[in-house]
């Protein structure tokens, strides 16, 4: 647990967080090893402390909101101190099997082919074919020629969900569909598949806002990807199941009907740090992209409780300009409506970058 400790000393000093500091006191036991009991075995329970949310437990232990549901029985997200919950069972702790990640494949040159064609057809990049065939000029390729790829290998994936390849050119296998659960609503289903790696994230800070602010309006998840990704326009990237558009939580608890821009007076910063923070700190995060503007105000925020700029260094662009490769919130156009958040390759994910 280690890492979670960490993660949970890292609060501390914010007083919005001293709750969460008492995660701390929250007592993780696994089963002894029983013989009598052996399908226990592979349990773990964890003993609920007073200000934990079943959402930060769920992100903690980086398990679904239904799971956790469905294991314990429960019928709502609100939870008692010093009850024990199931916070993992067997099915999750299983390791994956080995997959055999891709597989050769040859194309044959049809008429009218060109590598930027066969690369869109078999959802590699032109790179890719450029780099698994050194000798053949793009510009003249020839009908009947051979083009050889390296496809994923699907029949090995096992049912788990997966993310292939780049979020910009790849795809999603046994994508898991991101459903309204409790503070967390989904705004067009078709568009909200996602690795259920992405979808316990969700689900769990959604969760974890609606216990800590119950006045708080549900969490307006917009796109995550198709159900077996690839291109989604008007999207360049949320094509492999590691992307998702989120509504910004709008000051005064107001409930938005869609996403709509936010100034620093309308932006509700004391959510939506805490929205961004507890998703970062399960490590499980790769970028955030936010309007430079907005980043300024959680900036401020940051520094209000209690954070050092030097703190804020690795977590946030500002102040070094929005063109900056400085922190994991970064600038893009378009995001002063919506963050957007791009979650890291899992060990279960395949060619994934
Ligand atoms: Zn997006």
Known sequence: MGEVEVCVAKWQRSKLMMAASLMLAGMVVSTP?????????????????PEDTLGAIALRFKVGINDLLGWNKLDSIAIVADTTLIVRSAEVIKPPAPVSKTMAVVHT????DTFEAIAKRHRVSVQQIQQWNRRVNPRRLQIGQQVRL?????????GRSTSWGAANGGRLYNG????????????????????KRTINLLEGAGADIKARWPDAPDMVVGSLSQQNGG???????????????????????????????????????????????????????????IDYRLQKVLHEYGLSIGYSAEELEPLIQYPHGQN????????ARGHLNHAHIRFRCGPEDSNCR
């Open 33 to 49: 090893a029983s013989s009598e009991n052996k399908p226990q075995d592979d349990l773990l329970y964890y003993t609920v402390s």
């Open 109 to 112: 040159v049809r008429a009218g």
């Open 150 to 158: 390296q496809v994923p290998n699907v029949t090995t994936t096992d």
């Open 176 to 195: 898991v569909a991101l459903q309204d659960s409790p503070g967390l609503r989904v705004r067009n289903q078709a568009r909200a598949f996602g690795t």
């Open 231 to 289: 291109r989604m326009r008007p999207h360049k990237s949320h094509q492999s199941g590691r992307d998702v558009d989120l509504a910004f939580y709008h000051r005064g608890n107001i409930e938005l009907p869609d996403f709509r821009n936010m100034t620093p007076e309308t932006f509700d910063a004391v959510k939506n740090w805490h929205l961004l923070k507890i998703l970062i700190d399960t490590s499980e995060v790769e970028y955030v992209f």
């Open 324 to 331: 900056a490769s400085n922190g994991l919130i970064r600038h």
